[in-house]
């Protein structure tokens, strides 16, 4: 079975950084575009960024300058480097991933169970 198993979340003060990671392992074929979204209390999930396999970027507006996505195809994983953090930051970060688990199959979107960042001082 195909898991996304996200980490680096934690605590972090105003203006600090954290790198998140998200591997992708088990049956895989192929993997297309890896995101970012992040949920925070009484909101709704939000996309914050997205690679597509051959490395286009998109981002929030609120992240832009600030985040960057980045994917290590050979190692399934996703990165997003999180700078210059705020507190409205604060939310829990889920990593997605469209992939195909073999040559046959249909492509289906993964999530991983998601990694607290706390912004705070």
């Known amino acids: 079975q195909v898991q996304l198993v996200e980490s680096g979340g934690g605590l972090v003060q105003p203006g600090g950084s954290l790198r998140l990671s998200c591997a992708a392992s088990g049956r895989i074929f192929s993997i297309n575009a890896m995101g970012w979204y992040r949920q925070a209390p009484g909101k709704e999930r939000e996309l914050v960024a997205s690679i597509t396999s051959g490395g286009n970027t998109n981002y929030a507006d609120s992240v832009k300058g600030r985040f960057t996505i980045s994917r290590d195809n050979a190692k399934n994983t996703v990165y997003l480097q999180m700078n210059s953090l705020k507190p409205e930051d604060t939310a829990v970060y889920y990593c997605?991933?469209?992939?195909?688990?073999?040559?046959?199959?249909?492509?289906?979107?993964?999530w991983g169970q998601g990694t607290q960042v706390t912004v705070s001082s």
């Open positions: 997605n991933g469209a992939l195909k688990a073999t040559a046959w199959d249909r492509q289906y979107v993964y």
